[in-house]
């Protein structure tokens, strides 16, 4: 599948480093170097991933990122010169898959690319429907829904949920985490899934601060309630 990218960045050399790299690796791209820009071509042309520089004109990269995690599942890759981890809890918080420090090699993006469809993907072959307390997570099309409701999770979320859940009571480390729900060698950053598994907490937990579907095990990681 010939998957469309829009690249959004208001520096138009950086466009013209991304953009034909990204097409010889067989993708189709669209650009994109304001906020409010970049809205509008994610509607129109329905990319698979977005990759979004942090500071634009008009609207930031937060807002912009912000506000299609409202409206989409869209990949989101947030592109930065700010490499503090706090900025990087924040890209993660309101809805990005992955954050990439600028300067940055072509290769490096087109695998990070390339690791957030695969996890859009979902589970091949699975086809089954988990239910955890009132949680049901199908696995077949990547949903989930909470007392009938459904909950919108980004891929990222979606399969770290669905590792956890698939498991209950067995205790995964934040590396195993990375390992297994967002299989990219190259994040070796294990505190980025502290800032995922908030998000989840927010959209499943009756009350985030005491949870009881995904529980801390302190000093080892995260487990799935096995009494949920």
């Known amino acids: 599948m010939n998957h469309t990218l829009l690249l959004v960045d208001d520096e138009q050399k950086v466009l013209e480093f991304m953009e034909p790299f990204l097409r010889q690796e067989g993708f189709h791209t669209v650009t994109a170097s304001t906020g409010k820009e970049a809205l509008r071509k994610a509607k129109e042309t329905k990319p698979s991933v977005v990759v979004l520089d942090w500071m634009l004109p008009e609207m930031s990269g937060i807002e912009v990122c912000r506000e299609l995690r409202g409206i989409s599942r869209v990949g989101i890759i947030m592109v930065t010169a700010r490499a503090e981890e706090s900025d990087k809890v924040i890209g993660l918080e309101v809805g990005a898959d992955d954050y990439l420090t600028k300067p940055f090699s072509l290769r490096e993006l087109a695998a990070r690319i390339r690791s957030v469809l695969r996890r859009m993907d979902g589970y091949e072959a699975a086809g089954q429907t988990l239910e955890r307390g009132e949680l ?68 499943i937990e009756d009350d985030p601060a005491n949870p009881g579907y995904i529980q801390t095990v302190y000093g080892f990681g995260y487990r799935f309630g096995d009494r949920t």
């Open 136 to 203: 049901s997570i199908s696995e077949s099309q990547c949903r989930v829904w909470k007392r009938g409701r459904e909950i919108q999770l980004t891929p990222t979320e979606f399969k770290m949920l669905l590792t956890l859940a698939a498991r209950p009571g067995i205790v995964y480390s934040r590396l195993q985490l990375l390992q297994s729900a967002l299989e990219d060698d190259m994040l070796n950053d294990e505190r980025t899934v502290d800032a995922h598994i908030s998000r989840i907490r927010k959209k």
